[in-house]
């Protein structure tokens, strides 16, 4: 909490989970259905003036979330049931808001987080499934998860991932730092869980697009190697569609106590 002249500020996190199918990506636009603009319209309802937030990871359009990170500074005070409920009676039914907690000034959803985890989800059979048209990754060709889980271990580590991220990716410096990045199915579903330091633009659907190109049997394992040592985009195949992508968990610093993930979608 600070003071700025008479004003008292506090600095506020919360946790959103939302469907991101019918959204233009997170970030507010000038024109189009933004994740940020409805949470922004609706806590500044709530706080009785104009809220502007930051998130953990910007989504792209179809992408969605158990476990976005936000923080803004109010001059309201609200206990945290009151951000919760106010937030979500004011937002329609494909964003919620799961948990509201005060941190420290020193917090921020970007800058502090060290983790970020994001699971794809891929519904692996012949015929697809209408409750998860725009919530899963539809594959017809049976994938061998067992060479997709070989190549995905060429691709942890510290390495840069320039052939894993969009044209337009602002990034400064596109080395990134993956601690984790497993393959494992369950029936007709096939999961692939990164965890990182932080994602390039379309990182994560680069890795899976390529993840998917080995479990087709279109390239060997070895071939991941290959792509990730040429810093070439052009090589890297396919971005997977962003239907099977979910942010699901950011961890902090254990001191600024903010919960640090949420659930994760299973199908099978």
């Not at 970020?116 to 919530?135: E, F, M, P, Q, T």
């Not at 060479?147 to 080395?175: K, Y």
Request: aromatic share 8%; charged share 20%.
């Amino acid at each position: 909490m600070t003071v700025l002249g008479q004003q008292t500020t506090m600095r506020v996190a919360l946790g959103i989970e939302y469907d991101g199918s019918d959204f233009c990506g997170w970030q507010r636009q000038a024109e189009g259905r933004t994740v940020q603009g409805c949470v922004e319209q609706a806590l500044s309802r709530v706080a009785d003036h104009d809220v502007q937030v930051v998130c953990a990871g910007r989504t792209d359009t179809g992408v969605h979330a158990t476990g976005q990170v936000i923080h803004f500074d109010t001059g309201a005070i609200r206990a945290p049931r009151a951000w919760i409920r106010g937030g979500n009676a004011n937002l329609s039914g494909d964003i919620r808001v799961q948990w509201a907690t005060p941190v420290d000034a020193a917090f921020h959803a970007r800058f502090a987080a060290r983790q970020r985890h994001y699971r794809y989800v891929i519904l692996n059979r012949d015929s697809g499934s209408a409750l998860l048209l725009k919530r899963a990754c539809r594959e017809y060709i049976r994938l061998d998860e067992s060479r997709m889980a070989i190549a995905a271990g060429h691709l942890e580590g510290e390495h840069d991932f320039t052939s894993f991220r969009a044209a337009a990716c602002q990034a400064h410096s596109p080395v990134r730092t993956i601690y984790q990045l497993e393959v494992r199915r369950s029936g007709d579903f096939i999961y692939i869980d990164v965890l990182a330091n932080a994602f390039l633009h379309h990182m994560v659907r680069c890795i899976a697009g390529v993840l998917i190109a080995v479990g087709r049997g279109e390239q060997s394992p070895a071939w991941v190697a290959e792509v990730l040592a040429a810093t070439d985009r052009k090589l890297g195949g396919f971005n997977a569609t962003p239907a099977g992508l979910y942010l699901v968990g950011v961890r902090y610093p254990e001191a600024f106590k903010v919960p640090t993930a949420g659930w994760l979608p299973t199908y099978g």
